[in-house]
């Protein structure tokens, strides 16, 4: 079932780069999942990174993990885990899981762009999309992030 026959939540693949380097997939690959959970845990990360604690994505029902966890107070680090020993412990990844550190401020601005492209887009393809419930728990997602990461910003300054 696609969006145009009213499934906002279809399987997709997934890239995930931070600068030129690929956490997952590439420029014609990527990690699959279902569409709206993806973003969804994405924007979960958000509530994570603002807390400095780890979150952890799933894809596929595991063996492909996603972690966010804290480097210091203003940076995250976002890493591939082979293994759910090394999604738990960083200490436990192997050699081939890739990581990236950025800013918070970047990830957060990056993952808000990104849900709002994607609920925007799937509205785009099928506007009765509008009031499914997944749509309207993104869109509620989206507003709650921007929310709590101004909130943030207001404490930072």
Known sequence: MSVEDGDPDSWIAVAIAIGDTYIWGGPNSGVT????????????????????????????????????????????TVSKASTLKGARNPDERLEVDTYRSVTKRAWIEEVVDTAREFHGTILEMNPDLRTRGVMQQLRREIRRVERLSAADDNTVN
Do not use: H, K
């Not at 973003?39 to 400095?52: F, G, K, R, S, Y």
């Not at 979150?55 to 063996?63: A, C, K, L, R, S």
């Open 33 to 76: 999942g279902f569409a709206c959970g993806i973003v969804l845990n994405l924007l979960e990360t958000v509530d994570a990174a603002l807390l400095n604690e780890r979150y952890v994505v799933e894809f596929e029902w595991g063996p492909s993990w996603m972690v966010v966890e804290p480097r210091n107070d203003a940076s995250v």
